[in-house]
Structure formats: C-alpha cells, structure tokens
C-alpha cells in the first residue's frame, strides 16, 4: 500500500466554521506533513510531523491545528479561516531521514 | 539559506525533442534531490530521486536527470518530449536536518504539436 489518503476531496466553509482535514497512510512512515498550494504556486510548507511530535510550524496562523494522534493520522483542524485560506491543502509521508514523500491527492478547500 | 531554485518558470518544447528543465540547488549538508510532476488538478507523481547513490538517476516515463556537486545542479531531462508531459515540474529537496522537504517555484513545461 503507497497510498495516503486524504479526506475530503473538497470542503466548502464558513468563516465562524470549525471543521478538520484528515489525512491516513499505511506506509509505516514516521514523518508527515501538511502542505497549502494556491493555484499556480508550488506547495508551501507548513507543518512536519516526526515520530508523532511536531517538529516543524513554518509560522502558520493559529487557525490552523495540526494534530497527529497516532503513527498513521494526521489532521489539520480549520477554525475562524479567511477567504484567502481557500487552497488545496495536502497531506504528505515518508521515512525519516532524505527520503522521498508520497502525497494524497489532497482537499481543495474553500472559505467563504 | 538551503532551497532549490528552478531556472525557468516556463519551457517551450515541440513534440519529439529533447527537453531540459533547469534547477540548482543550496545546502550545507548532502541533501536528497527529487523532481515531481503535476497534471491540471492532479496530485503529485515523483519522477525520480537521487539520495547520494548513483549520480545519473533514471525516472518513470523516460526522463532522467544528473546529479553535480561542483555545478550544485540536479537538471531533469527527456530525450523526445510526448503531448502528455505538459504538466508543472517541481525540483525538490529533503534537507535530512530536520525532515525539511521544500518545492521550487515550479516550471511550467508546454509541448508543442
């Protein structure tokens, strides 16, 4: 299985709305991530996950809260967003250490 | 600062010619280098990675792409491009520090008929 999963594939949200992005892999990976790509732009960073720990925050609103409960889930908690977090947001894995990431074929979200 | 920057945010190319799309990268340790391709509203497919091994590195779908420390270069090529490589094309690098993977700005590759 080289799959990660992501769920939903879209997700349309109100400003005051409270929802989470959910991400799986059962790859054994120990690293995950969470990546925000706008249209046209290359993905951008934004958190990394390590043996379940947060390792990396590259200064993301808190709005945005990542949670990784187990080795298999990571999850993205949205909360209070703004029209400009409209993006696809992607959930990515992999061995720790210079390997290589497999992605999911994320969630397009919409903040109205 | 430790990136990768893609030469070329666009490359023209008719249909069965060769097709080079730059990138250099910038690192302080012996990093991984990896080239992704994008299709519209499509996920990322990992062409090729080059993890300190072999420093000619053979990808899906024909492309390759060489690794040079002196020229701190990773550019990915194609012998004859087909109608189905139009896509974006992102040099990325794993900086092993801290499981850091960063995107180039992307290069958009368009095939001519």
């Known amino acids: 299985d080289t799959e990660v999963t992501q769920t939903p594939k879209h997700l349309v949200m109100g400003m005051t709305n409270k929802k989470s992005l959910k991400c799986e892999q059962h790859?054994?990976?120990?690293?995950m991530y969470w990546y925000k790509q706008k249209a046209k732009k290359p993905p951008e960073l934004m958190f990394v996950?390590?043996?379940?720990?947060?390792?990396i925050n590259e200064s993301v609103p808190s709005r945005f809260s990542p949670e990784c409960p187990n080795s298999s889930l990571l999850n993205l908690h949205l909360h209070a967003l703004q029209p400009e977090d409209s993006a696809l947001y992607l959930c990515?894995?992999?061995?720790?250490?210079?390997?290589?990431?497999?992605f999911g074929q994320g969630t397009r979200l919409t903040v109205v | 600062a430790q990136s990768v920057t893609q030469l070329d945010s666009h490359v023209s190319v008719s249909e069965g010619t060769p097709v080079l799309l730059r990138c250099n990268y910038s690192?302080?340790?012996?990093?991984?280098l990896f080239w992704y391709v994008q299709h519209p509203n499509k996920g990322l497919q990992l062409l090729l990675k080059?993890?300190?091994?072999?420093?000619l590195v053979k990808g899906i779908n024909g492309f390759e792409a060489e690794f040079k420390k002196s020229e701190t270069s990773f550019h990915l090529t194609k012998p004859s491009a087909h109608m189905s490589d139009a896509a974006e094309y992102f040099c990325?690098?794993?900086?092993?520090?801290?499981?850091?993977?960063?995107f180039g700005k992307g290069t958009r590759l368009h095939i001519l008929p």
């Open positions: 990515a894995s992999s061995q720790v250490g210079l390997a290589e990431a497999f």
């Open positions: 790859m054994g990976h120990r690293a």
């Open positions: 996950y390590s043996y379940e720990k947060l390792s």
């Open positions: 690192s302080s340790y012996s990093p991984s």
């Open positions: 080059y993890t300190s091994a072999a420093t």
């Open positions: 990325v690098v794993n900086l092993n520090r801290d499981d850091k993977i960063i």
